[in-house]
């Protein structure tokens, strides 16, 4: 495929997810607008902190780095185009937890990375093929690949907050086994 075809698909694949989650936030803000104002939870746990720089750097940073090095200064289209849409929609994701959090101030912040991160997997498993079994983009696959790990494991975490999140409350063990 050319890759301005592959640009040109990317454009209407991301495009569509887009529109589709953020119709989707919009429908549950409307449906949820008599609710309490949501605010994080506060302080956050110190792993927490670990965790996230963790994901800055390797999320973030070194595909940054490998986009703007391979990508833009040597001119590689195909590392370009799987991680220039890559950042798009990182963008577009922290662009929709600002927007809930901050001005929405609505618990449907908690659900933007769970419509996101799964989309997030399914791009980076398309960048693989994308990248195809090229031995010169070897390494790129490892990325993609070392992406997809962390991407999961943050989605695990994410998953793993949820009771935190909202606020669940907490039963003592002491005290369910009276019950």
């Given at each position: 495929?050319?890759?301005?075809?592959?640009?040109?698909?990317?454009?209407?694949?991301?495009?569509?997810?887009?529109?589709?989650?953020?119709?989707?936030?919009?429908?549950?803000?409307?449906?949820?607008?008599?609710?309490?104002?949501?605010?994080?939870?506060?302080?956050?746990?110190?792993?927490?902190?670990?965790?996230?720089?963790?994901?800055?750097?390797?999320?973030?940073?070194?595909?940054?780095?490998?986009?703007?090095?391979?990508?833009?200064?040597?001119?590689?289209?195909?590392?370009?185009?799987?991680?220039?849409?890559?950042?798009?929609m990182l963008g577009l994701q922290i662009l929709s937890e600002i927007v809930t959090l901050r001005n929405l101030q609505n618990v449907i912040w908690v659900m933007v990375p769970y419509l996101y991160l799964p989309y997030r997997f399914w791009q980076l498993y398309e960048g693989l093929t994308i990248i195809g079994s090229d031995t010169?983009?070897?390494?790129?696959?490892?990325?993609?690949?070392?992406?997809?790990?962390?991407?999961?494991?943050?989605?695990?975490?994410?998953?793993?907050?949820?009771?935190?999140?909202?606020?669940?409350?907490?039963?003592?063990?002491?005290?369910?086994?009276?019950?």
């Amino acid at each position: 495929m050319i890759f301005s075809n592959i640009n040109l698909y990317l454009l209407l694949e991301n495009l569509l997810f887009f529109v589709v989650a953020t119709s989707f936030l919009a429908v549950v803000n409307w449906g949820w607008k008599n609710t309490k104002p949501f605010t994080l939870p506060l302080p956050l746990p110190d792993w927490y902190k670990i965790w996230f720089l963790t994901v800055q750097i390797l999320g973030g940073l070194l595909p940054l780095v490998v986009m703007l090095l391979w990508g833009v200064f040597w001119g590689d289209r195909q590392v370009l185009t799987v991680l220039g849409w890559y950042f798009i929609m990182l963008g577009l994701q922290i662009l929709s937890e600002i927007v809930t959090l901050r001005n929405l101030q609505n618990v449907i912040w908690v659900m933007v990375p769970y419509l996101y991160l799964p989309y997030r997997f399914w791009q980076l498993y398309e960048g693989l093929t994308i990248i195809g079994s090229d031995t010169d983009l070897l390494w790129i696959r490892y990325l993609l690949i070392l992406e997809l790990v962390v991407w999961i494991v943050n989605y695990a975490l994410d998953v793993s907050q949820l009771p935190r999140l909202l606020r669940w409350e907490v039963i003592a063990s002491d005290q369910v086994s009276q019950n």
